[in-house]
Each structure stands twice: as C-alpha cells, then as structure tokens.
C-alpha cells in the first residue's frame, strides 16, 4: 500500500442539493490516495452511508441562484483550512441541465 500524501491545510469538500451519491462517491475517489485535512459532504440530505473520517453538514436545499449565492456567500463558513480546490463550473453546467429537462 502507498503512503498517502499529506494535505493538513486543505479541506475537500462537495456541496450539493443534487446527485448526493454523485458528490460523495467524488470525495471517496479524490481522497483515496490523499489525506485531507477534513473531507466534508455539505447537502441537503445526508446519504445512507457516510464513510469513516467524512463529515455531513445539513444545508437547506438550492436551487441553481441558491448554489451561486453558497458558493460566493456562505462557503467559507464550512472550512477553517488555508486552501480548499473548487471545480464549480462542472456543477453549474450540470444543474442547468437538470433544470432544461
């Protein structure tokens, strides 16, 4: 088994009100071989299973405004870490095809 590589000043974190399982199965594979700080599932409803060492944060659900208005207002409330990586775009371009269907 490899040696993890050490990340203490970076929290991976998902936030969602869509796809839960989707946001959760990314945090288990982005930190498979990576130790975090803290990994963090920031939804609307917490999954049936939550792995060891992860952490559920219960939000109101959002709308496609509501994610925006989270992630430019209300995120840096969630993590006390220097860093946290953020790949926003995908999950805008996703929800907006959720809603066009």
């Known amino acids: 088994?490899?040696?993890k590589v050490r990340l203490p000043d970076v929290t991976l974190l998902a936030a969602?009100?869509?796809?839960?399982?989707?946001?959760?199965?990314?945090?288990?594979i982005s930190?498979?071989?990576?130790?975090?700080?803290?990994?963090?599932?920031?939804a609307s409803?917490?999954?049936?299973?939550?792995?060891?060492?992860?952490?559920?944060?219960?939000?109101?659900?959002?709308?496609?405004?509501?994610?925006?208005r989270f992630m430019f207002a209300d995120l840096h409330r969630y993590f006390d870490t220097s860093h946290l990586p953020c790949r926003a775009i995908r999950r805008i371009r996703r929800e907006c095809e959720l809603l066009a269907r």
């Open 31 to 42: 930190s498979c071989e990576i130790e975090f700080a803290a990994v963090k599932l920031v």
């Open 45 to 68: 409803d917490r999954p049936a299973r939550l792995p060891a060492g992860f952490e559920f944060v219960s939000i109101p659900p959002m709308d496609f405004l509501g994610y925006g």
């Open 16 to 28: 969602t009100s869509i796809e839960i399982d989707d946001a959760l199965e990314a945090l288990k």
């Open 1 to 3: 088994m490899t040696k």
